[in-house]
């Protein structure tokens, strides 16, 4: 009723209700729903305007609902990210969803990684994804607010469930300028806690400054300076 209400509803929140819908039991689990196929195909018929964010609503949406569209949804998003310096990420300045413009690209990359987690687990931007998120935290702990620190860790456990990488061990070695400065074990039982520092003295800077960082183990470790 809410959607046949709203026609000229914005297409990504559009996108949105229904993916809503669809995962909380309140869609079926087919599209013989007239309200529902209505809206999933209104979607589909307006894809061009989606944003990144509303293209990873709509495929988790088809893919809830065992819609072979949420492939060829995946398939377009992947071409839509953006990579740079070992990271992937799809970015986005407006929050659809709450009506207002800022940097919604931790969420939107957040929302990619769940659809590739279900529809391409084996793609080779999901873990570039991830890094991209640890690395671009405002904070150590936290995104820029409360909602989209959710939504990040949303995807962020999707993306856990699925990479297996949780529960390994691994040391982590700081070298600045090809010398070592600081060290940390991680054991398999760190995965939830607070994230490690490592902190550098400015006389340990050198003259270069030139940072690495050794990981050995079979854990997966995140950084960000």
Known sequence: AMLKQH???????????????????GAPGSLQDKAIKDA???????????????????????????????????????????????????????????????????ETTAFAI????????????????AQWLATTRPSAYYWYSTKQTAMVIYGLTRYLESSHELGQPSDVQLLVDGKP????????TDSFSAPARIFVAANQLG???????????????????
């Open 7 to 25: 026609p000229n509803m914005l297409v990504d929140l559009r996108a949105y209700t229904v993916y809503s819908l669809a995962i909380t039991g």
């Open 40 to 106: 999933m195909n209104q979607v589909w018929d307006s894809r061009d305007k989606l944003n990144d964010e509303g293209f990873a609503f709509a495929g988790l949406a088809f893919d809830a609902l065992k819609d072979s569209r949420a492939d060829e949804i995946t398939k377009l998003i992947e071409k839509h990210v953006k990579q740079d310096n070992g990271g992937a990420h799809w970015e986005s300045n407006r929050d659809e969803l709450l009506d207002f413009y800022g940097d919604n690209s931790p």
């Open 114 to 129: 769940e659809l590739m987690v279900a529809r391409d687990p084996n793609s080779p931007l999901l873990p570039k994804a």
């Open 181 to 188: 400065v600081g060290s940390h074990h991680f054991a398999a």
């Open 207 to 225: 003259s270069n400054g030139q940072l690495a960082i050794h990981k050995t183990g079979a854990g997966v470790s995140y950084w960000s300076v």
